[in-house]
């Protein structure tokens, strides 16, 4: 029997990358899951079909975040396919791992983009959470994915940094606000990490982002999802508030 054995999951982002893995390595460990990206179906069902490979169990649930009635369609796919497979629209574990990220020099942003970056990145975890209130029971978690870039300068990623700030504080605060349920929210904080994108086919640029980890390689996403599966299960029960480092030493200097 897995660790996770009869709980659901939400993995925001999951048609690839680290919401991928995660979603994998959650199922992996029994748990229903939910597999969410905005609009590429395909690609959720990808996932969904690596899942059910392995004898788990998944479903996708398309919606994108950072436009307005984002969560409430989220939801309301969530709570019907939750309800059919399982009788109840009970949500154990939350994950907040959509996001975008910045790549443009601070001189050149403009409010547009730094607004869908805190539409996508702050604005809908935040309401995403408040949303999942009533589904997470006593003893539920809630994981958001924050950024090494939050303790490390990276001009051309402020604004994204800042969004990342404001992940940290929703997990400071909601931490305290739903201790008394026994719900732990936590941030996990990876450094570069592949996700599958062009650049992690370039030698060159692999071998240079690998000098910032002590490990001296990039780091792959079940090397986070790992980390977002411990603070998943009852192992982690004591941890909350928290910002966990998931960088391998990246942030040691
Ligand atoms: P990817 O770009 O590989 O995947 C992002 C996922 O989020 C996709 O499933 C995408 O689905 C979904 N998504 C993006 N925007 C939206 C939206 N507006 N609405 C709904 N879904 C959306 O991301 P990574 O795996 O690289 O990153 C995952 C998380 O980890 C992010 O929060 C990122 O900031 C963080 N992180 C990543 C690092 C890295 O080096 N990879 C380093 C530090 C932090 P779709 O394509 O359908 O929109």
């Known amino acids: 029997m897995g ?46 079909t690596a899942i059910e490979k392995e004898g788990g169990r998944a479903f996708s649930v398309l919606a994108e975040l950072g436009v307005p009635g984002d969560v409430h369609e989220l939801f309301l796919g969530l709570e019907r396919e939750l309800k059919e497979r399982t009788g109840a629209t009970t949500l154990d574990i939350l994950v907040n791992n959509a996001g975008v990220m910045g790549g443009v020099n601070p001189e050149d942003l ?43 300068a990276n001009p051309q990623e402020v604004a994204y940094a800042m969004t990342k700030g404001a992940i940290d ?20 904080g990876p450094g570069i990490t592949d996700n599958g994108s062009p650049v992690f086919d370039n030698p060159e640029a692999v071998t240079a982002m690998a000098g910032y980890s002590v490990f001296n390689r990039v780091g792959e996403a079940r090397d986070i999802a790992d980390v977002v599966a411990f603070l998943a299960s009852d192992d982690s029960r004591w941890i909350t508030g928290s910002y966990l480092d998931a960088s391998g030493g990246t942030l040691l200097g």
């Open 3 to 48: 660790k996770l054995t009869g709980k659901t999951a939400l993995v925001t982002g999951s048609s690839r990358g680290i919401g991928r893995a995660t979603a994998i390595r959650l199922a992996r460990e029994g748990a229903l899951v939910a597999v969410h990206c905005s609009g590429n179906r395909e690609a959720a069902e990808e996932t969904v």
């Open 169 to 188: 504080q929703l997990t400071l605060h909601f931490a305290k606000h739903l201790g008394p349920r026994g719900i732990t929210v936590n941030s996990v």
């Open 110 to 152: 403009t409010p547009e983009q730094f607004d869908r970056l805190f539409a996508v990145n702050a604005k809908a975890p935040y309401f995403l959470v408040q949303r999942a209130l009533s589904n997470l029971p006593d003893g539920g978690r809630i994981i958001n994915i924050s950024s090494g870039l939050t303790r490390v």
